[in-house]
């Protein structure tokens, strides 16, 4: 069975700030996906990131970074130089291949940006 | 273009009355997906469509849950009767299935139910 962890409920930090977003994941399959979404207040879900399973090489966009990690499977988001627009839920999830598409999601970190 | 259609975006109605979701997905995806976010359970999924065939309807509560799929651009989640527990925002989402169905889901902006 599939699991992802955020074991991060909630998050402040003052606007300016770095803050790294946990996610840990469990699966036996050795293909897989994993993906981060946003959940603003205004309630929609927005899809940020998506990683196979075979590409562990950092990602960067903009004031956003991934490190994913295979040997400690954790796939941790890191968002710097926050500001107020930052504040969501954001959601780790997790895919795996052969025939099941669904995604298994983490239950969320509340960030919160403090202007 | 336009994303993934959801209607209505609110709906409240009383326990024992019939709701019917409905959801457009984004032309040209093949997968679509319906989610169930609540505070107790989070996000998890109710049923997903490939080609408009039911591929897991495990996650669906109990038999009061139905939904389908009759052509590429419209599905729908019924629930009859709907009973209190049911309240929770309702999110359909497409993908692409360009990769078997693995690549990012784009989401709908959600139904709220309330069931009094």
């Known amino acids: 069975a599939q699991k992802v962890t955020q074991a991060q409920t909630e998050i402040s930090v003052v606007e300016k700030e770095d803050v790294t977003l946990d996610c840990v994941y469990e699966t036996r399959d050795t293909t897989y996906y994993l993906f981060w979404y946003k959940q603003p207040p205004s309630g929609e879900l927005v899809f940020l990131i998506r990683?196979?399973?075979?590409?562990?090489q950092n990602e960067i966009s903009g004031r956003y970074s991934w490190n994913f990690q295979k040997s400690t499977s954790s796939f941790n988001f890191t968002i710097t130089a926050s500001q107020v627009v930052d504040s969501a839920v954001y959601f780790c999830?997790?895919?795996?291949?052969?025939?099941?598409?669904?995604?298994?999601f983490g239950t969320g970190t509340r960030l919160t940006i403090i202007p | 273009d336009a994303g993934v259609i959801q209607s209505p975006r609110h709906e409240v109605t009383e326990m024992g009355q019939e709701v019917t979701l409905r959801c457009k997905p984004i032309s040209g995806h093949d997968y679509l997906f319906w989610y169930r976010q609540t505070m107790m359970r989070g996000l998890e999924l109710l049923i997903y469509?490939?080609?408009?065939?039911?591929?897991?309807d495990s996650g669906m509560p109990e038999d009061r849950f139905s939904a389908k799929m009759p052509n590429a651009s419209f599905s729908t989640l019924k629930i009859q009767p709907s009973e209190p527990r049911d309240s929770a925002v309702y999110f359909c989402a497409s993908s692409l299935g360009r990769d078997r169905g693995l690549d990012e889901q784009f989401f709908g902006p959600g139904t709220r139910l309330t069931v009094l």
């Open positions: 999830a997790l895919q795996i291949n052969f025939g099941n598409e669904k995604l298994t």
């Open positions: 469509f490939n080609n408009n065939v039911p591929i897991d």
């Open positions: 990683r196979n399973s075979f590409d562990e």
